[in-house]
């Protein structure tokens, strides 16, 4: 039995522990009604703040809206105010340029075409907005005293400044001569910068805004006439027999076309974008007469008369230029070039139908010339000699042959081998740039080559002239060809 003593004690132990677990609880319990009335005003506040701030946005969301239409409403008004503004100053543009327009552009150019500017736009718009207001017609009239005055000062700098230029000089300083042989008072003068800008920038304007005023452009071309020296196209080159042959002319060295060329074909090519222009110019130095009295057809015969003395005249200064090559074969490759060159650029473009209008035959004439100097080519270089046994009898059986003989053989072999690798050697390094002519060139060549070759190789086949054969009989009839068709073929 547990002593009464101890059980006692061990009670109000227990008791007390109830005890401060009852006042713990009771604490909890307090605490948990202080949170509750806590939390109740917290959302109390809460949704008095969400209330508030509802009306809040109802308030203000109409008054932003408002804003925003008013800010709207400002933009269109200054919007508008910029329109007018911009509307009204084409009433003041005649007024604002009137000043400007009659002193005219000289000293002020810039300032000058600025003003005809506003002029062209204001006619826009009242052609498109307004086409019966009396503004149309005093802007229109403005325009057309200014272009009136544009074109003026583009004669009087013309005049002023330009120095006529014979033909055969513009040719040469295309092609680049430097030792071209010009009369001692021909000068080629270039215009001062400022003088061609401002001439540069005025034709750049008629050609824009005056394309289609014939009358202008007639009385344009007439004001040029001295400018030319006439006659424009009669001009002959300087005889051959006057140039002096101290340097290459800037010659390609392998054949090719030269830059002359090139330049005076492009130069042509670009004419076709003004023939009407260049006709009428040739057409004015006919005569004192009015140039407006020339039809269309004569001044096309005029040009196509001019384009085709220019290409005259080129293949005389090619010529010339052909004889600087020592190598008569590279000076018909040469030749062949160019001449292929300016046959192929006459096709590619108008220039062909444009010189047949009044030489008929300049396409025929070209291709005679190109076939011409390929069969000068061939004769340079034709290996046929070499293999010709005419005086050598050799179909006389199998007797013995003669010391001479033996050595006429070794020699026509030693000839061929020699002067073909010189032919390959030196010719390795020229250029046909057409494929299609470089193609019959080598089948030309390959052509006349093996069938002399051929015929050489089968009378010396059954005849002993030399104990090496292998020694002189270098190459095949299949390698001889080969190395033909490496011919204009610096790869190879």
Known sequence: MIPTEDASARKREIEDKLKQEQETLSFIRESLEKSDQLTKGMVSILSSFESRLMQLENSIIPVHKQTENLQRLQENVDKTLSCLDHVISYYHVAKDTDKIIREGPAGRLDEYLACIAKIQKAVEYFQDNNPDSPELNTVKARFEKGKELLEAEFRSLLMRYSKPVPPILILDTIGGDEDMEVQEDVTLEHLPEAVLQDIICISAWLVE????????????????????????????????????????????????????????????????????????????????????????????????????????????????????????????????????????????????????????????????????????????????????????????????????????????????????????????????????????????????????????????????????????????????????????????
């Open 209 to 492: 805004y005056g394309r289609n005023q014939g009358a202008h452009t007639q009385t344009l071309l007439i004001s040029c006439r001295p400018l030319f020296q006439p006659p424009l196209y009669t001009h002959k080159w300087t005889h051959p027999s006057r140039h002096t042959h101290t340097h290459e002319y800037n010659m390609p060295k392998d054949g090719t076309v030269h830059e002359l060329t090139s330049n005076a074909i492009l130069f042509l090519q670009q004419l076709l974008d003004f023939q009407e222009t260049a006709g009428a110019m040739l057409a004015s130095q006919e005569s004192s007469s009015s140039a407006s009295s020339y039809s269309s057809e004569f001044s096309r015969r005029l040009l196509s008369t001019y384009i085709y003395k220019v290409l005259g005249n080129l293949q005389l200064n090619l010529s010339n230029k052909a004889k600087v090559y020592e190598d008569p074969a590279l000076r018909a490759v040469f030749l062949h070039n160019n001449y292929n060159y300016i046959l192929k650029s006459l096709e590619k473009s108008e220039l062909i139908q444009l010189v047949a209008v009044t030489h008929k035959k300049v396409e025929g004439s070209y291709r005679e010339l190109i076939e011409q100097e390929i069969q000068n080519y061939q004769r340079r270089y034709s290996l046929n000699d070499l293999l010709t046994l005419t005086h050598l009898q050799l179909a006389e059986g199998h007797r013995q042959l003669k010391d001479k003989e033996r050595q006429i053989i070794k020699d026509k072999f030693k000839g061929f081998n020699d002067g073909l690798e010189e032919l390959c050697k030196i010719q390795q390094g020229w250029a046909v740039p057409d494929k299609e002519q470089r193609d019959a060139i080598r089948q030309a060549q390959k052509r006349v080559v093996s069938e002399a070759y051929r015929a050489f190789l089968q009378r010396c086949a059954n005849i002993s002239f030399t104990k090496n054969p292998e020694k002189y009989h270098r190459y095949s009839l299949e390698q001889v060809e080969e190395m033909i068709d490496k011919l204009f073929d610096t790869s190879a």
